[in-house]
């Protein structure tokens, strides 16, 4: 798979992470079981969490285009998460619901309000599905992680298709790292490699950040070379870029400290 996944798979991808999200709440011993990579939250509050991203980006989708984002909080006489396990599920696939419907209405070339603006992701409902299938499938593994007492020393499989993998490292570096605010740094160029045969380079410089998909033919030159480089399968690489594994378990070449700057980097500061 060499292209973004067309827009009904990414929401038949957000359905079935969905769904294997709430199998893995259904499965819990205790709602009140801590979540080892959202330390801050307990499993209910993963799913109250989930519920209201859901819920919100239903919203901005239906509104269309708009400069001015909604609220964050739910509108009134909206109904809050329920306690009991049972009524908590219902609740969570009735917010599901309410994105997949506002998406299909809307379908994948609708503008819309995205905090991505000066990304190189496209302000439209078509890059809503493409994150929030990364969204839900980094809340997965939470919610899976949160049910294995063990250390995060053999964290679980990402819960996604290699293709959506794939898929979440492109993803992540156009929406989350491409940007127009100076790097605060010396300019850098960083390679990331899944061992899936796909790359990725990002370009740091004062006019900000830029990424694109290297060639993968061996008789295609790689321009120049990079000052550090990640390699590991798309899951491991997502999981790491998202925070839910060291970079550390990534196989790094070159200047280290330069994912350390890329961590603690926040642009929008």
């Known amino acids: 798979m060499d292209k973004t996944p067309e827009f009904p798979t990414l929401l038949r991808l957000i359905a079935e992470r ?20 959202c330390p801050e939250w307990t499993l209910f509050d993963l ?23 909604p609220a964050k909080s739910a509108p009134a006489g909206a109904p809050a998460a329920p306690q009991e396990r049972e009524a908590l599920l219902v609740w969570s696939a009735a917010r599901t619901e309410q994105l997949l419907a506002a998406l299909r209405e809307a379908g994948p070339d609708r503008g819309c309000w995205t905090w991505w603006g000066a990304s190189q992701s496209p302000q439209t409902s078509g ?33 996604l298709p290699d293709e959506a993998a794939l898929d979440g490292v ?5 929406t989350c790292c491409a940007t127009t605010a100076a790097w605060p740094h010396e300019p850098a160029v960083v390679d990331y490699h899944a061992a899936e045969g796909r790359s990725w380079r990002l ?14 033919s061996s008789t295609t030159p790689v321009p120049d070379t990079a000052d550090a480089s990640a390699r590991g399968t798309a899951g491991d690489l997502v999981l790491a870029m998202y925070g839910r594994i060291p970079v550390d378990s990534l196989e790094l070449d070159g200047d280290r400290r330069l994912f350390d700057l890329l961590v603690a980097w926040n642009p929008d500061a």
């Open 18 to 37: 969905s769904t294997a999200f709430r199998a893995t709440v259904a499965s819990a011993a205790d709602l009140d079981v801590q979540v080892p990579t």
């Open 47 to 69: 799913v109250q969490h989930l519920g209201h991203v859901h819920r919100r980006w239903a919203a901005i989708v239906a509104a269309g285009p708009d400069a001015t984002p």
């Open 127 to 159: 890059a809503v599905a493409r994150h929030q299938l990364q969204e839900i499938a980094v809340h997965t593994y939470d919610a899976r992680i949160s049910l294995d007492a063990s250390p995060l020393r053999q964290p679980l499989p990402l819960p």
């Open 170 to 174: 492109d993803e992540f570096l156009t």
């Open 203 to 216: 370009w740091l410089s004062a006019d900000g950040a830029r990424t694109a998909r290297l060639p993968v």
